[in-house]
């Protein structure tokens, strides 16, 4: 099975925020910093997840592997 990977810029459209604000949550401690791939992060599906429940944002993973 693939699982799919995202950068921040992806994260930031598909939960239709600003960056800033996903940058936020790592450097204030709010959320587990995720890992990296040179200087950029990398999401998982789990990662957008709890970005989406932190920032009170909705995210249906289903419609968005449909939609990629």
């Given amino acids: 099975m693939h699982e799919e990977l995202y950068l921040l810029g ?3 459209r598909m939960l239709e925020v600003q960056p800033h604000r996903i940058v936020y ?9 995720v890992p990296m791939l040179g200087k950029r992060r990398v999401f998982a599906p789990d990662d957008v997840s ?3 429940k932190e920032l009170g944002v909705e995210w249906n993973q289903t419609q968005q592997e449909v939609a990629s």
């Fill in 10 to 12: 992806d994260v930031a």
């Fill in 25 to 33: 949550l790592f450097t204030a401690n709010k959320i587990a910093e």
């Fill in 50 to 52: 709890r970005i989406a």
